[in-house]
RNA sequence: GGCCCCGUCGUCUAGUGGUCCAGGAUAUCUGGUUCUCAUCCAGAAGAUCGCGGGUUCGAAUCCCGCCGGGGUCACCA
């Protein structure tokens, strides 16, 4: 394959979210997969929809998915020169004329055109005698309308009639140029190879290829993205509809490595059964002809279990790396330190799904929790015994593991033997031991806790479960 | 309304004329793993392949029509 050149040119207008970032991941796995570019285009030419911060904002998202860029970020409003000499070609080529309407006209032609149910078409109001382009006015392409068939590497062969090809707007009033002029002058710069944008552009590519020709360029390849869509499975995510921020992911402690497989398997497949890739795998495997044509739904449960699949596949040093920032804040007390925390996350990891929920899983490791009946009066087996059975099992415990090394190996020793000389089940002796020690609603198996957490804080939490009852 | 795209289990999908009365994953439910949660293992349920015609010995797969959903028709991208 042919180094491809890739770019990802969102407008600063917010954040990014997972749509836009499924379209940036299959860019950057094209350019990296052929020894390409990818490059970073910030497609700022709506000076009012602009959002301070956005272009950090962005730049923070890509790296913390590994989206590296080999070029840029160019902005294009640094650039406006050189859309303004593209413009001049087209001009001294008699393909570009002033709009002489002011926006009120144009908009009485577009409710007239509605109330008759036609498509509006500016090229049927093409002034006789356009005015002298001096920048104040808006400057049109004139387009030479003809049927077109082309080739979507997502879409396959694709076809539309004369009736969709119209003047639109190279450059606005303000001088900026619009997306539709501007795209297609820096991908054409830029030698951009393959561009890959969402659907909503589809209906707009017979408009690139007649200006294509107009400007003697060579289209690229075109590859238009299905869309993402929400929860009720119609309607394209949309920040409107409550699609979140793609750092938010990382807020709430999801692997970028589980994201970037959620997203590269939302709408492509290798053709095996292979659910689980890792980043490496998918720049050797990702094509466009393998990308879906229909519309995915974003289910967040699909990334859930992603996220617990890479979770565990992580070696605990690194996770614990990773989970640095979100342990409960009693963690961090004298007493716990490294060697402490790694045993506790050891035993949490294949419980452990984004790291967000490390607190709730590990509390009760780093402070006493108070004592909850609850626990006790809820629990199917243990709420038929009596305070004086309980309180009885509790003392035998105490005395058995009292004379314990608390080592896993001795504990679940003793624990066993606890359990015949008792004659109670597990569900029964362990149930109770476990809701004793930790006061929560789950926790790793009893042993390792038991370990964990030590002989005296042990046998002191026991005691502090007999006085309440 | 015109034009364009799409339509396989709830969800992500495999499938390009026969090995598919449709496979995998996830989600759900059940059972097992000496206790809970999770993991893991086993199993259940879940898709008349949008509908109707046609072509063919044979269609999820090809053709036509219809229906449904989406996109677009901005001095937004």
Same mark, same amino acid.
């Given at each position: 394959?042919?180094?491809?050149?890739?770019?990802?040119?969102?407008?600063?207008?917010?954040?990014?979210?997972?749509? #836009?970032?499924?379209? %940036?991941?299959?860019?950057?796995? =094209?350019?990296?997969?052929?020894?390409?570019?990818?490059?970073?285009?910030?497609?700022?030419?709506?000076?009012?929809?602009?959002?301070?911060?956005?272009?950090?904002?962005?730049?923070?998202?890509?790296?913390?998915?590994?989206?590296?860029?080999?070029?840029?970020?160019?902005?294009?409003?640094?650039? @406006?020169?050189? /859309?303004?000499?593209?413009?001049?070609?087209?001009?001294?080529?008699?393909?570009?004329?002033?709009?002489?309407?002011?926006?009120?006209?144009?908009?009485?032609?577009?409710?007239?055109?509605?109330?008759?149910?036609?498509?509006?078409?500016?090229?049927?109001?093409?002034?006789?005698?356009?005015?002298?382009?001096?920048?104040?006015?808006?400057?049109?392409?004139?387009?030479?309308?003809?049927?077109?068939?082309?080739?979507?590497?997502?879409?396959?062969?694709?076809?539309?009639?004369?009736?969709?090809?119209?003047?639109?707007?190279?450059?606005?009033?303000?001088?900026?140029?619009?997306?539709?002029?501007?795209? !297609?002058?820096?991908?054409?710069?830029?030698?951009? &190879?393959?561009?890959?944008?969402?659907?909503?552009?589809?209906?707009?590519?017979?408009?690139?290829?007649? =200006?294509?020709?107009?400007?003697?360029?060579?289209?690229?390849?075109?590859?238009?993205?299905?869309?993402?869509?929400?929860?009720?499975?119609?309607?394209?995510?949309?920040?409107?509809?409550?699609?979140?921020?793609?750092?938010?992911?990382?807020?709430?402690? /999801?692997?970028?490595?589980?994201?970037?497989?959620?997203?590269?398997? =939302?709408?492509?497949?290798?053709?095996?059964?292979?659910?689980?890739?890792?980043?490496?795998?998918?720049?050797?495997?990702?094509?466009?002809?393998?990308?879906?044509?229909?519309?995915?739904?974003?289910?967040?449960?699909?990334?859930?279990?992603?996220?617990?699949?890479?979770?565990?596949?992580?070696?605990?040093?690194?996770?614990?790396? =990773?989970?640095?920032?979100?342990?409960?804040?009693? %963690?961090?007390?004298?007493?716990?330190?490294?060697?402490?925390?790694?045993?506790?996350?050891?035993?949490?990891?294949?419980?452990?799904?984004?790291?967000?929920?490390?607190?709730?899983?590990?509390?009760?490791?780093?402070?006493?929790?108070?004592?909850?009946?609850?626990? !006790?009066?809820?629990?199917?087996?243990?709420?038929?015994?009596?305070?004086?059975? @309980?309180?009885?099992?509790?003392?035998?415990?105490?005395? &058995?593991?009292? !004379?314990?090394?608390?080592?896993?190996?001795?504990?679940?020793?003793?624990?066993?033997?606890?359990?015949?000389? &008792? #004659?109670?089940?597990?569900?029964? @002796?362990?149930?109770?031991?476990? !809701?004793?020690? &930790?006061?929560?609603?789950?926790?790793?198996?009893?042993?390792?806790? @038991?370990?964990?957490?030590?002989?005296?804080?042990?046998?002191?939490?026991?005691?502090?479960?007999?006085?309440?009852?």
């Amino acid at each position: 394959m042919k180094p491809a050149r890739t770019r990802f040119a969102p407008s600063p207008t917010g954040f990014l979210h997972v749509g #836009g970032v499924r379209t %940036a991941l299959f860019a950057w796995l =094209l350019a990296r997969q052929s020894g390409g570019q990818f490059i970073l285009r910030i497609e700022d030419t709506d000076k009012a929809r602009e959002v301070v911060g956005s272009i950090e904002h962005i730049q923070e998202s890509l790296d913390w998915l590994g989206l590296a860029w080999d070029e840029g970020p160019t902005k294009q409003s640094d650039r @406006l020169d050189i /859309y303004r000499q593209w413009a001049q070609k087209l001009i001294d080529a008699g393909r570009a004329y002033a709009d002489p309407y002011s926006p009120e006209e144009l908009q009485a032609l577009r409710d007239k055109a509605r109330t008759e149910k036609r498509p509006f078409l500016f090229r049927d109001h093409r002034p006789e005698n356009p005015p002298e382009w001096d920048g104040s006015r808006p400057l049109r392409f004139r387009s030479e309308p003809k049927p077109y068939k082309w080739h979507d590497a997502v879409m396959d062969d694709l076809e539309t009639g004369p009736e969709v090809v119209d003047d639109f707007i190279l450059i606005k009033s303000d001088g900026y140029p619009t997306y539709n002029f501007a795209h !297609i002058v820096d991908d054409s710069e830029m030698g951009i &190879t393959h561009v890959l944008r969402g659907q909503e552009f589809l209906a707009s590519v017979p408009n690139y290829l007649n =200006l294509y020709e107009a400007l003697s360029v060579p289209p690229p390849i075109f590859a238009t993205m299905p869309h993402i869509l929400g929860p009720d499975g119609n309607k394209k995510l949309s920040k409107r509809d409550g699609a979140k921020d793609i750092l938010d992911y990382r807020q709430d402690g /999801y692997l970028p490595e589980a994201m970037v497989n959620f997203l590269a398997t =939302l709408g492509w497949n290798d053709g095996s059964e292979q659910e689980v890739f890792d980043t490496e795998e998918l720049v050797k495997k990702f094509s466009l002809d393998r990308v879906q044509k229909n519309g995915a739904v974003f289910d967040e449960r699909r990334l859930l279990w992603l996220q617990g699949e890479h979770v565990r596949k992580l070696d605990l040093a690194k996770l614990y790396k =990773l989970v640095a920032d979100f342990w409960p804040k009693e %963690a961090f007390a004298e007493k716990y330190d490294d060697s402490y925390r790694l045993q506790v996350l050891k035993l949490v990891q294949e419980r452990l799904k984004f790291f967000a929920e490390l607190p709730d899983l590990t509390r009760f490791f780093f402070v006493d929790l108070p004592i909850d009946p609850e626990l !006790i009066s809820s629990h199917k087996q243990l709420k038929k015994l009596s305070a004086t059975e @309980l309180k009885s099992l509790l003392e035998q415990t105490k005395s &058995t593991l009292a !004379i314990s090394d608390f080592s896993v190996a001795d504990l679940t020793e003793r624990l066993n033997g606890l359990l015949e000389k &008792t #004659g109670q089940k597990p569900a029964v @002796l362990f149930s109770l031991i476990r !809701i004793a020690t &930790t006061q929560a609603p789950a926790s790793p198996g009893l042993a390792d806790t @038991l370990a964990v957490l030590g002989k005296d804080r042990s046998l002191e939490r026991i005691d502090r479960q007999i006085d309440a009852l």
